[in-house]
């Protein structure tokens, strides 16, 4: 087994050490939509709660969004993304210590929130959608998720097919990597991401999380989003609700070959999980 790389993440000053443990990045989806828990935390107030419980639980990060990015999903115009997104993280800033990620490709979404005070932007496309979403990073000192997606939400899953998986992932991530450090965002804010689901079937998510540890070559941490996806429910023939030992599952096999962030809609579990298999990574063989 090797050993993860080290990392310091700087977002927008605050630290967020990596490598020896698993950070848990706890999904706070504000939309009416979403797969699995849509409409749930549509209520501002009820958002805000939930990110208070996930912080309570062990959140390193929340990560707020106002568009479902589901297989299908048509993308959600920007005044609503903000009238979403922008009071949540208005409320949270000075209510959680932990640092605040906005889930958008749109860089008037990012910059509007880094305004309000959240630090990271993960970004479902690595910087290939919105030409100025890198320079927005770049100018308020956030820390970026570079992920990987093949086409778009809308059209995804249809017969998404590969020659080479991951080097075509990899590919993709240092474009996006090369995009954000020409923007100005400095090398240590970049963290990247193979994005389970986006464009990708059965055979193709599970081979994802059998090479991740290819993803090191980039030199960067590794942050993957396995939750409650339609993987687990093609493996088990389960519906989203039942998905959660799936996710865990997910979520230590990707600790063990080299994620250092796993995004989650269920906190707790993972907390439990990822610290066993960060104390397993820890022991000298
Ligand atoms: N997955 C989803 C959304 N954002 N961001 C990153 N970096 N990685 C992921 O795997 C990822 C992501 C999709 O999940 P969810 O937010 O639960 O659903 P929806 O897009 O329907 O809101």
Redesign the pocket.
Known sequence: MKARREFVLDCRGRKLELGRRTAV?G?L?V?P??????GVFFDPSRAVERALEMVEEGADII?V?G????PG?DSVPLEEELRRVLPVIEALVDKVDVPISV?TYKSQVAKRALEAGASIV???SGLHYDPDLAEVAAEYGAAV?V?HIKGT?KTMQQNPQYQDLMGEITAYLDEGIRRAESAGVPPERI?V?P????GKLLEHNLAIFRNLDELAALGKPI???????RFIGEVLGVEVGERLFGTLAAVAASVLNGAHIV?V?DVRPSRHVVDIVDAILRVES
């Open positions: 990045m999904v989806n939309t939509d979403s797969f699995s828990d849509g990560d969004g568009e479902s990015t589901r999903a889930d993960n970004d479902i998720v992920m939400p963290i991401d994005g389970i689901g986006f942050l993957v989003g396995p939750s409650r996806k995004r809609h």
